[in-house]
């Protein structure tokens, strides 16, 4: 295993990326994700997130979704940046402006709808990569068979429109 001055290359890369998150966060004044507990949800966050998931998700995984190649070697599937979100949620009339749609991006990353790649900033209109969770919160969706079926969709409509590398910044 490769070292430099006997710390794995591993364990440099690691903490290297953990000092820049930090030094992009107090630059942009961006706090670390804290999310509330699910039952403390508003209802208007819980229908936003149930509507988004029954009604749009895979339409907009077919539309925005890529695969990305990472720093490091990691790759992503299924991802967009905030600035594609926000405008695709214009362009389909969910949103008026770009502030609606930044609020309604926040809902779906507080409802655990959608997640930034990491998990650990809220939504941003910035070119900041986000996908669709996994595993949404069956409390979040109506009920499990809408959970199932956002992984049947993501499945169905995998799209690899474009492959593009990530920001150097990231």
Same mark, same amino acid.
Request: include cysteine; charged fraction near 30%.
């Given at each position: 295993?490769? &070292?430099?001055?006997?710390?794995?290359? !591993?364990?440099?890369?690691?903490?290297?990326?953990?000092?820049?998150? !930090?030094?992009?966060?107090?630059?942009?004044?961006?706090?670390?994700?804290?999310?509330?507990?699910?039952?403390?949800?508003?209802?208007?966050?819980?229908?936003?997130?149930?509507?988004?998931?029954?009604?749009?998700?895979? &339409?907009?995984?077919? &539309?925005?979704?890529?695969?990305?190649?990472? +720093?490091?070697?990691?790759?992503?599937?299924?991802?967009?940046?905030?600035?594609? %979100?926000?405008?695709?949620?214009?362009?389909?009339?969910?949103?008026?402006?770009? +502030?609606? !749609?930044?609020? *309604?991006?926040?809902?779906?990353?507080?409802?655990?709808?959608?997640?930034?790649?990491?998990?650990?900033?809220? %939504?941003?209109?910035?070119? *900041?990569? *986000?996908? %669709?969770?996994?595993?949404?919160?069956?409390?979040?969706?109506?009920?499990?068979?809408?959970?199932?079926?956002?992984?049947?969709?993501?499945?169905?409509?995998?799209? +690899?429109?474009?492959?593009?590398?990530?920001?150097?910044? %990231?």
């Amino acid at each position: 295993m490769a &070292a430099v001055f006997g710390t794995p290359i !591993a364990e440099i890369r690691e903490k290297m990326i953990m000092i820049k998150e !930090a030094m992009v966060r107090c630059v942009l004044k961006e706090e670390e994700l804290s999310l509330p507990k699910l039952e403390a949800l508003a209802p208007e966050t819980v229908l936003t997130c149930q509507r988004f998931i029954q009604y749009h998700l895979a &339409a907009c995984i077919s &539309a925005i979704g890529q695969s990305v190649q990472g +720093t490091f070697g990691r790759s992503y599937e299924d991802v967009f940046t905030g600035e594609e %979100f926000v405008s695709w949620l214009i362009n389909v009339g969910l949103a008026e402006d770009r +502030t609606d !749609a930044v609020e *309604y991006g926040s809902k779906l990353v507080l409802g655990r709808v959608m997640e930034h790649i990491d998990k650990r900033r809220s %939504f941003y209109d910035r070119s *900041y990569l *986000y996908c %669709f969770a996994r595993d949404i919160p069956a409390s979040v969706a109506r009920s499990r068979s809408i959970n199932d079926s956002s992984d049947e969709i993501r499945d169905e409509f995998h799209v +690899t429109r474009n492959t593009r590398s990530m920001p150097d910044w %990231f």
